[in-house]
Protein backbone atom coordinates (compact mmCIF):
# COMPACT_ATOMS: atom_id res chain seq x y z
CA UNK A 1 0.00 0.00 0.00
CA UNK A 2 1.42 3.13 -0.91
CA UNK A 3 -0.07 6.21 0.17
CA UNK A 4 0.50 9.85 -1.27
CA UNK A 5 -0.50 13.19 1.11
CA UNK A 6 -0.72 16.74 -0.76
CA UNK A 7 -2.72 20.18 0.13
CA UNK A 8 0.10 21.12 2.51
CA UNK A 9 1.14 25.10 2.56
CA UNK A 10 1.40 28.31 4.32
CA UNK A 11 -1.60 29.30 6.02
CA UNK A 12 -2.67 32.59 8.49
CA UNK A 13 -3.60 32.00 11.64
CA UNK A 14 -7.44 30.89 11.85
CA UNK A 15 -7.33 29.89 7.73
CA UNK A 16 -8.39 26.75 6.35
CA UNK A 17 -6.60 23.79 4.57
CA UNK A 18 -7.28 20.30 3.07
CA UNK A 19 -4.85 17.78 3.07
CA UNK A 20 -5.35 15.01 1.20
CA UNK A 21 -4.11 11.09 1.20
CA UNK A 22 -4.02 8.81 -1.93
CA UNK A 23 -3.81 5.05 -1.52
CA UNK A 24 -2.70 2.82 -4.23
CA UNK A 25 -5.35 0.43 -3.04
CA UNK A 26 -8.96 0.25 -2.68
CA UNK A 27 -9.56 1.62 0.96
CA UNK A 28 -12.24 -0.78 1.42
CA UNK A 29 -9.25 -3.58 2.27
CA UNK A 30 -7.94 -1.75 4.71
CA UNK A 31 -9.42 -1.62 8.13
CA UNK A 32 -8.50 2.28 9.45
CA UNK A 33 -6.74 5.25 8.34
CA UNK A 34 -5.68 7.87 9.93
CA UNK A 35 -3.15 11.25 9.98
CA UNK A 36 -0.59 12.20 12.31
CA UNK A 37 1.86 15.06 12.80
CA UNK A 38 5.05 15.82 13.80
CA UNK A 39 7.46 18.61 14.78
CA UNK A 40 11.11 18.63 14.42
CA UNK A 41 12.52 17.15 17.69
CA UNK A 42 8.99 15.64 18.93
CA UNK A 43 7.34 12.42 18.90
CA UNK A 44 4.70 12.07 16.06
CA UNK A 45 0.90 12.56 17.55
CA UNK A 46 -2.34 11.00 16.13
CA UNK A 47 -4.96 13.44 15.34
CA UNK A 48 -7.68 11.83 13.99
CA UNK A 49 -8.72 8.28 12.10
CA UNK A 50 -11.38 6.25 10.79
CA UNK A 51 -12.63 2.99 10.90
CA UNK A 52 -13.05 2.03 7.42
CA UNK A 53 -16.17 0.12 8.44
CA UNK A 54 -18.06 1.73 10.22
CA UNK A 55 -16.81 5.03 9.52
CA UNK A 56 -16.40 5.73 13.16
CA UNK A 57 -14.03 8.96 13.98
CA UNK A 58 -11.93 9.83 16.45
CA UNK A 59 -9.90 13.09 17.04
CA UNK A 60 -7.05 14.40 19.44
CA UNK A 61 -7.33 16.71 22.17
CA UNK A 62 -5.58 19.08 20.25
CA UNK A 63 -7.43 19.64 16.72
CA UNK A 64 -11.30 18.36 18.30
CA UNK A 65 -14.19 20.48 16.81
CA UNK A 66 -11.74 22.21 14.03
CA UNK A 67 -10.47 18.92 12.24
CA UNK A 68 -12.51 16.57 10.48
CA UNK A 69 -11.52 13.39 8.98
CA UNK A 70 -13.23 12.05 6.03
CA UNK A 71 -12.87 9.36 3.80
CA UNK A 72 -13.63 8.88 0.02
CA UNK A 73 -13.99 5.13 -0.98
CA UNK A 74 -14.69 6.28 -4.69
CA UNK A 75 -11.31 7.99 -5.31
CA UNK A 76 -9.50 5.74 -2.21
CA UNK A 77 -8.61 9.12 -0.62
CA UNK A 78 -8.16 10.55 2.70
CA UNK A 79 -8.97 13.81 3.92
CA UNK A 80 -8.13 16.04 6.52
CA UNK A 81 -9.93 19.09 6.90
CA UNK A 82 -8.07 21.54 8.56
CA UNK A 83 -10.37 24.50 9.88
CA UNK A 84 -9.34 27.69 12.48
CA UNK A 85 -5.55 27.31 11.92
CA UNK A 86 -3.15 28.13 14.86
CA UNK A 87 0.73 28.70 14.97
CA UNK A 88 0.92 25.14 17.11
CA UNK A 89 -0.48 23.09 14.27
CA UNK A 90 2.56 23.79 12.34
CA UNK A 91 3.98 20.22 11.71
CA UNK A 92 4.81 17.76 8.75
CA UNK A 93 1.52 15.47 8.16
CA UNK A 94 1.53 11.92 7.61
CA UNK A 95 -1.50 10.35 5.98
CA UNK A 96 -1.84 6.43 8.08
CA UNK A 97 -3.08 3.01 7.25
CA UNK A 98 -3.41 -0.19 9.22
CA UNK A 99 -4.53 -3.68 8.17
CA UNK A 100 -3.98 -5.12 11.52
CA UNK A 101 -6.29 -3.17 13.80
CA UNK A 102 -9.34 -1.02 13.39
CA UNK A 103 -8.13 2.40 15.11
CA UNK A 104 -5.18 3.66 13.81
CA UNK A 105 -4.68 5.67 16.88
CA UNK A 106 -0.94 4.75 17.78
CA UNK A 107 1.98 4.70 15.73
CA UNK A 108 2.51 0.80 16.80
CA UNK A 109 -0.55 0.37 15.08
CA UNK A 110 0.54 1.55 11.67
CA UNK A 111 1.63 -0.71 8.61
CA UNK A 112 1.73 2.06 5.89
CA UNK A 113 2.74 5.85 6.46
CA UNK A 114 2.64 8.91 3.94
CA UNK A 115 5.91 10.42 3.11
CA UNK A 116 4.44 13.46 4.49
CA UNK A 117 3.73 17.24 3.77
CA UNK A 118 4.54 20.36 5.14
CA UNK A 119 1.81 22.64 7.03
CA UNK A 120 3.15 25.95 7.96
CA UNK A 121 0.72 28.55 9.94
CA UNK A 122 1.99 32.00 10.40
Known amino acids: VQLVESGGGLVRPGGSLRLSCAASVDISTIRCMGWFRQVSGKEREDIASINIDDKNTRYGAPVKGRFTIVEDHGNNTLYLQMNSLKPDDTATYYC?????????????????WGQGTQVTVS
Open 96 to 112: AASNSYSVCSAIRYINY
